[in-house]
């Protein structure tokens, strides 16, 4: 079982690959906690249908925009999260961070980098989703993640017959991580030492498909 000491220790030591700053950033939290025999859970959202978000009803790690010359990354990350669904991340809480990522969106880059910062909080108490942001947000036990029954491939939204790697995380319709979320989940796998399958065998995909449709 992966626990949160360890995670712990692993991003402590991990040096994350940062880009040089510029013009258009955003920032997003991964947020942990431990409150069960599964092991520690992480958060994640369902962003609201709004026009003009190219990440418009994905699922996501909450975050957001940084103000330019106001505040830096990691101030955006923690006031998105308490702004989307009200838990308070103070200082003490961060664990590490993780590479940045150019954002990408239907394939094609979106123009701008995104950071990621890495919490644990002992009591996160109720999540309170902003509804003009999120739809939903929920916990998920990270191991569960890297089950090969949730592990799919599919074209999505906008990015016409192109197949992404994804990994179910709720309703299969509808709660898949991809894209930008799925490539930080890559980076904190591999950055403590549990990395995601680096291939996707379209055959046992399609197989574990017909299984949860059966």
């Known amino acids: 079982m992966l626990r ?3 995670i712990r220790r692993a991003l402590s030591a991990y040096e994350p690959k940062l880009a040089k700053p510029g013009e258009r950033r ?3 939290a991964l947020v942990l906690r431990e409150v ?3 092991g520690p859970e992480i ?3 369902e962003r609201a249908e709004k026009d003009g978000d190219p990440w418009s009803g994905h699922m996501a790690f ?3 925009r940084v103000a330019a010359d106001l505040e830096t990354p990691e101030e955006a990350a923690v006031r998105e999260t308490h702004e989307e669904v009200g838990l308070v991340l103070p200082s003490s809480a961060r664990l590490g961070r993780l590479d940045d990522m150019e954002g990408h969106h239907a394939g094609r880059a979106a123009g701008i980098v995104i950071s990621a910062f890495v919490y ?3 009591s996160a108490g109720e999540l309170v989703p902003q509804e003009s942001e999120v739809r939903e947000a929920f916990w ?3 191991l569960s993640l890297v089950e090969p029954e949730r592990w799919v491939r599919r074209p999505f939204h906008g ?3 192109f197949e992404f790697p994804g990994i179910v995380v709720g309703e299969p319709d509808r709660h898949v991580v991809w894209g930008l979320t799925y490539r930080f989940l890559e980076v904190f796998f591999r950055a403590v030492g549990r990395p995601l399958p680096d291939h996707w065998d379209a055959a046992a995909v399609a197989a574990r498909e017909r299984l949860r449709g059966a």
């Open 4 to 6: 949160l000491d360890e």
């Open 26 to 28: 955003a920032s997003v």
């Open 36 to 38: 069960s025999a599964h």
């Open 43 to 45: 958060l994640f959202i």
């Open 62 to 64: 909450p975050g957001g």
């Open 120 to 122: 644990q909080l002992e």
């Open 140 to 142: 998920v036990p990270v």
């Open 159 to 161: 990015t016409g017959s």
